[in-house]
């Protein structure tokens, strides 16, 4: 998926053939087709791949979550989205850059995968409000920016990654975020 997601970037979803997927890879291409069938095939197992890698690795932090206050949950999760992210970038960039692309079913499991996540931060930022931490007007819209703000590591990358560190990017992203939230520091 790694290897396809670099591909997909580096040429486009379009111009990517199962060809060069498989050269890639270092695999036959005649088994590749065996396994896959197609490169619509291909995109649709990326697809289930990063929803199931976005999934398990917010499941996998929720259960911490549970006993910290507020501001100490955001910002373990912001930080753990920008891992994420920071690992995965090529995923990352593919999806805004070949939303374009994708069939209508696909681009409706991706709202759903997206609205998974944004719902994480959600349901941070209700927690929050509803124990007089935050002060936000609208909770889901707050959420939507913390996400770009984070993606924005990816698919910047091209310049942030000239004027700052990762842990400068946490530091000053969860800072601006909390500032936001009408929380003065981390």
């Known amino acids: 998926m790694k290897a396809a997601a670099a591909l997909f970037i580096k040429r486009g979803y379009i111009n990517t053939s199962v060809r060069d997927i498989a050269v890639r890879c270092k695999i036959n291409v005649a088994t590749l087709y065996h396994y896959i069938g197609s490169k619509e ?9 990063t929803t199931s890698l976005i999934k398990s690795t917010l499941e996998q ?3 911490i979550i549970n006993g910290m206050d507020p501001v100490e949950a955001l910002v373990y999760v912001i930080r753990k989205y920008l891992e994420w992210v920071d690992e995965y970038q090529d995923i990352t960039v593919f999806w805004y850059q070949e939303s374009k692309n994708l069939t209508p079913q696909q681009m409706k499991n991706l709202t759903a995968q997206e609205e998974y996540t944004v719902q994480m931060f959600v349901e941070l930022l209700e927690g929050g ?3 007089g931490v935050f002060k936000v007007v609208n909770p889901k819209l707050t959420a939507h920016n913390i996400v770009v703000l984070c993606d924005m590591w990816a698919f910047r990358r091209w310049l942030i990654k000239k004027q700052f560190t990762f842990e400068d990017y946490v530091r000053d992203q969860t800072k601006l975020i909390l500032a936001q939230l009408s929380v003065h520091d981390i």
Do not use: C, D, G, V
Request: proline residues 0%; without cysteine.
């Open 61 to 63: 932090h929720r259960e």
């Open 41 to 49: 095939n291909i995109l649709s197992l990326f697809q289930e791949y």
């Open 129 to 131: 409000i509803r124990q």
